[in-house]
Every structure is written in C-alpha cells, then in structure tokens.
C-alpha cells in the first residue's frame, strides 16, 4: 500500500488516499473523481518541495574559526 497526498486542480481540495502500488494509482488518476467537486482532475502533490535546497545546505563547508583554525593557510585567517 502507498499513501499519496492528492490535489484537485479544479477546485483546490486537498486530500489524501490509499493505493495498491504506483501502477495502480496510474490506472486510477484519469478517472478519479474529487470528493469535493466530483471532477477527475486531481493531481499527486508534490512531496517535500525543499529538498533540493536542503541538500544544497548540509554539503555547505561550516565556517572556519579562525581563532582555533590550525591551518596556516586558511583564508579564514588571513586577517589576525
Ligand atoms: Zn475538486
């Protein structure tokens, strides 16, 4: 079983269902009706929208402290 989060782009109900495995929401979505509204137009929302930006973040390199830094030649303390 997988749980979707779905969305009706006629009338911007947010919901959620249950199905057997991808495929069989495949041979569902053209035909699956809105609770809301009754159209077949509803869409999968998109899961976690931030991820590319958080996996940006965590390969960032942390801030060097130049006060403990070893390396003599980091550029972090160039300046002291
Ligand atoms: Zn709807």
Do not use: Q
């Amino acid at each position: 079983m997988i749980h979707y989060d779905l969305h009706c782009t006629a009338c911007g109900h947010d919901f959620d269902d249950w199905f057997g495995n991808m495929a069989d929401w495949e041979a569902r979505k053209a035909d699956y009706a809105c609770p809301a509204c009754g159209t077949a137009r509803i869409e999968k929302a998109l899961m976690a929208p931030s991820l590319g930006a958080a996996k940006k973040a965590a390969a960032a390199e942390p801030a060097c402290n130049p006060a403990v830094c070893g390396n003599a030649s980091c550029p972090m303390a160039a300046g002291f």
